[in-house]
């Protein structure tokens, strides 16, 4: 068995062309689609977060939104930039999303991605310490923010306040008891999964990866998988960890399918750079009949290692058509594969 999910980055455009023509259709067909995933049997409705652009960028609301609206489903980011996060904050909206929906919420924290910007979380008011990165940033805004989710009592109280404490040091308000085990790191390198994996969190790994070995795409991210898997086991820790990878998989049922995504049958992974100095590597996209799909995924080493995975969606096509790709994968490729 394994999770199902799909993976939305809400793109919006004005174009004729596309059906997110505004910010408010994202939003609005985002809640929608997590709906419809919940009613055809799919395990997760996750967004990705970015700023400065013409994408889902404030993720509480939507996630506390569809928390509303589904009973089952589990929601979640892949991922949210902690470069731009104030860890306390975030963890009152984080509480607040997570009891909404019955402690649902499986939230995808990172470093970030090139952005829209240079150095946008510089606009939000942060700035890396002396002789840090950006990178180092982020990871000390995550640190944080996992303490933090433990509920202990940090603040000393007001001995004259406006409404009674409880005893002790005080804590943000709403905690949420489990979240700190709902916590996922997108990981890069082999590094970041293996800091991730001694820290407790979960792992996010998603169609994109610094190449470290030349080998093709998906037996990279199964080595950073394993290479994750052994660095938890290391540390201690008594649950067991979660792991997701993204792709982008279409079946082939019908001509519109065709005409959409009939080429990207011949996709190939990329290399690219990420930065100046990182070259990257970037999965390939899946697109062929049920049958054909089936096979090529039994190849794909990393897909077999995690126990989630998360279906990259066109979300400008709409709220019907994405249903109808994600209805194709749950029906006609996951059970072939064992996975229903």
Do not use: C
Not at 160 to 181: Q, T, Y
Not at 213 to 238: C, D, M, N, T, Y
Request: glycine share 8%; hydrophobic share 40%; proline share 6%.
């Amino acid at each position: 068995m394994k999770h199902i999910g799909f993976l939305s980055f809400g793109h919006w455009t004005p174009s004729p062309n596309s059906q997110t023509r505004s910010a408010a259709d994202a939003l609005t067909q985002s809640i929608e689609l997590a709906v419809a995933a919940e009613e055809l049997g799919a395990d997760g409705a996750y967004f990705r977060v970015h700023h400065f652009a013409r994408q889902l960028a404030s993720p509480f609301p939507l996630l506390a939104a569809v928390g509303a609206r589904t009973k089952r489903i589990e929601i979640g980011t892949a991922v949210i930039d902690m470069r731009y996060e104030n860890p306390l904050y975030m963890l009152e909206d984080a509480g607040a999303a997570d009891l909404i929906s019955g402690g649902r919420l499986q939230l995808g924290i990172s470093r970030g991605s090139p952005e829209q910007v240079i150095d946008g979380w510089r606009y939000f008011g942060y700035v890396p310490e002396e002789g840090t990165s950006d990178a180092d940033m982020a990871r000390r805004h995550a640190e944080v923010f996992l303490k933090l989710l433990g509920g202990e009592g940090f603040a000393k109280p007001n001995p004259r306040p406006m409404f009674p404490n409880p005893p002790g040091l005080l804590r943000l308000e709403p905690h949420s008891p489990g979240l700190r085990e709902r916590i996922w790191w997108g990981a890069a390198t082999n590094a970041t999964a293996q800091w991730a994996a001694k820290l407790g969190m979960n792992l996010q790994s998603s169609t994109l990866k610094i190449d470290e070995s030349g080998k093709p795409f998906h037996v990279q991210q199964a080595e950073q998988i394993r290479l994750f898997r052994a660095a938890w086991a290391e540390a201690g820790h008594e649950r067991t960890p979660r792991v997701s990878v993204s792709r982008s998989i279409f079946a082939l049922m019908e001509d519109r399918d065709r005409a959409y995504f009939g080429r990207d049958g011949d996709s190939e992974d990329q290399i690219g750079l990420l930065t100046e100095t990182e070259r990257a590597i970037f999965g390939k996209s899946y697109a062929a009949e049920p049958d054909v799909l089936v096979e090529e995924l039994r190849g794909d080493e990393a897909v077999a290692e995690a126990d989630t995975l998360l279906l990259t969606v066109p979300n400008q096509l709409g709220v019907d058509y994405n249903a109808h790709v994600i209805e194709a994968i749950l029906k006609h490729v996951a059970p072939a594969l064992g996975w229903r």
